[in-house]
């Protein structure tokens, strides 16, 4: 069974940096892409970023490009989400989710690419 844990959410002032982490478990981390998603008070999941299997592709989404990064540690099974200059509209519930085919190679973007996915962290950015 595939178990995805995140952790690093919690609130933080407009401009801050937060870290957050995603632990893996039951399967082969490192033949598989992983990608970070975000869900608004109110509003659909949308897609952040996405590391490809073995880190030498990452895509981000527009609205957090260059604050954001993507890495990932296949030695301790785990992603990781750098978030720097946090702006109020980042606030939401983080997902990790581990993409269902392994080696692929290229980015997807599309919730319904990803088979298992973690419960969420709380990311909250105060005005």
């Known amino acids: 069974q595939v178990q995805l844990v995140e952790s690093g959410g919690g609130l933080v002032q407009a401009g801050g940096s937060l870290r957050l982490s995603c632990e893996a478990s039951?399967?082969?981390?490192?033949?598989?892409?992983m990608g970070w998603f975000r869900r608004a008070p109110g509003k659909e999941r949308e897609f952040v970023t996405y590391i490809s299997w073995r880190s030498g592709s990452t895509h981000y989404a527009d609205s957090v490009k260059v604050r954001f990064t993507i890495s990932r540690d296949n030695a301790k099974n785990t992603v990781y989400l750098q978030m720097n200059s946090l702006k109020p509209e980042d606030t939401g519930v983080y997902y990790c989710?581990?993409?269902?085919?392994?080696?692929?190679?290229?980015?997807?973007?599309?919730?319904?690419?990803?088979?298992?996915w973690g419960q969420g962290t709380q990311v909250t950015v105060s005005s």
């Open positions: 989710a581990a993409d269902s085919q392994p080696y692929r190679a290229y980015v997807v973007t599309t919730f319904r690419e990803y088979d298992y």
């Open positions: 039951g399967r082969t981390f490192s033949a598989y892409g």
